[in-house]
Nanobody, 124 residues
Framework: VQLQACGGGLVSAGGSLRLNCAFS????????MGWFRQAPGKEREFVAS????????LYADSTKGRFTISRDNAKSTAYLQMNSLTPEDTAVYYC??????????????????WGQGTLVTVSS
């Protein structure tokens, strides 16, 4: 089982990016999914999460109203749409999967599988 995140890049402040997280395996639809990020010199922090059936989502205060997490269980893919980006959003973004599946976990240790990360750089 693997997670492959992509979609990062360089964008100007105020711009948008969409990150994709592809899950290889047969049990994607039973897992809650989350996005985290880690800026240089800082700890990894929660960005957003979505329950296994997408009926609930959770966002960090810093991303609420600007970012949208979604998923397509038929494609075994999770997404993070990021709008109104600021330089403070610059970080490596990681997707993660939680085997438990219920709810919208937000703690690092809730997640069992991690992707390799994709770099998002927002210029001022």
């Amino acid at each position: 089982v693997q997670l492959q995140a992509c979609g990062g890049g360089l964008v100007s402040a105020g711009g948008s990016l969409r990150l994709n997280c592809a899950f290889s395996g047969r049990t994607f639809s039973s897992k809650a999914m989350g996005w985290f990020r880690q800026a240089p010199g800082k700890e990894r922090e929660f960005v957003a999460s979505i329950s296994w059936n997408a009926d609930s989502t959770l966002y960090a205060d810093s991303t609420k109203g600007r970012f949208t997490i979604s998923r397509d269980n038929a494609k075994s893919t999770a997404y993070l749409q990021m709008n109104s980006l600021t330089p403070e959003d610059t970080a490596v973004y990681y997707c993660a999967a939680d085997d438990y599946g219920v709810g919208t976990p937000y703690l690092l240790h809730d997640y069992d599988i991690w992707g390799q990360g994709t770099l998002v750089t927002v210029s001022s």
